[in-house]
T-cell receptor, first 114, second 113 residues
């Protein structure tokens, strides 16, 4: 049971490039979330999903897109990367049935846009 | 007013002392409260959850919730240098349909040997 996994761990992008951050969970959790964390700041929600085929915007969705075709995977797409997207990105998941509202985090992806 | 507020610290305590971390929230409809520990360069790790008024103890950790005063606190007894980390308070409230967590910016704790 690997929990929540994220790839890559580190990435450097040039301005204007695109990339996809991968997130997968093997706990059969319905809910999945993408956060970004800037230095000295809390976690800001980018997008979330309550199940396969259902996604919704969070607090800071601009510049990002998501899809949820399976229960296990929740990739985050960055289009036209900008320096403001330099951050650490965390994926999290939650079980709808048990452990109400407790979210479990992946190890994160550190992204630098130059 | 921020939805979830924490003192950024750092809070410095000597080894063996009690560390007290506080968090206030603005939405009276909040129902679920969480403390996450985050070591530098690592992801947040859930250490305590509390849903009703009063105290909840787990080992050296005690979470305290006072819904009337809209605050939640975390006490760490017999603090150890390994407790040095940033502690994030998170709240699930009616505004978010209880589907999302709102995080504070965290309190940095430093435990000196």
């Amino acid at each position: 049971n690997a929990g929540v996994t994220q790839t890559p761990k580190f990435r450097i992008l040039k301005i204007g490039q695109s990339m996809t951050l991968q997130c997968a969970q093997d706990m059969n959790h319905n809910y999945m979330y993408w956060y970004r964390q800037d230095p000295g700041m809390g976690l800001k929600l980018i997008y979330y999903s309550v199940g396969a085929g259902i996604t919704d915007k969070g607090e800071v969705p601009n510049g990002y897109n998501v899809s949820r075709s399976t229960t296990e995977d929740f990739p985050l797409r960055l289009e036209l990367a900008a320096p403001s997207q330099t951050s650490v990105y965390f994926c999290a998941s939650r079980d709808k049935v048990s452990g109400p509202y407790e979210q479990y985090f992946g190890p994160g992806t550190r992204l630098t846009v130059t | 007013q921020k939805e979830v507020e924490q003192n950024s610290g750092p809070l410095s305590v000597p080894e063996g002392a009690i560390a007290s971390l506080n968090c206030t929230y603005s939405d009276r409809g909040s129902q679920s409260f969480f403390w996450y520990r985050q070591y530098s360069g690592k992801s947040p790790e859930l250490i305590m959850s509390i849903y009703s008024n009063g105290d909840k103890e787990d080992g050296r950790f005690t979470a305290q919730l006072n819904k009337a005063s809209q605050y939640v606190s975390l006490l760490i007894r017999d603090s150890q240098p390994s407790d040095s980390a940033t502690y994030l308070c998170a709240v699930s409230n009616r505004n978010t349909g209880f589907q999302k967590l709102v995080f504070g910016t965290g309190t940095r704790l430093l435990v000196s040997p």
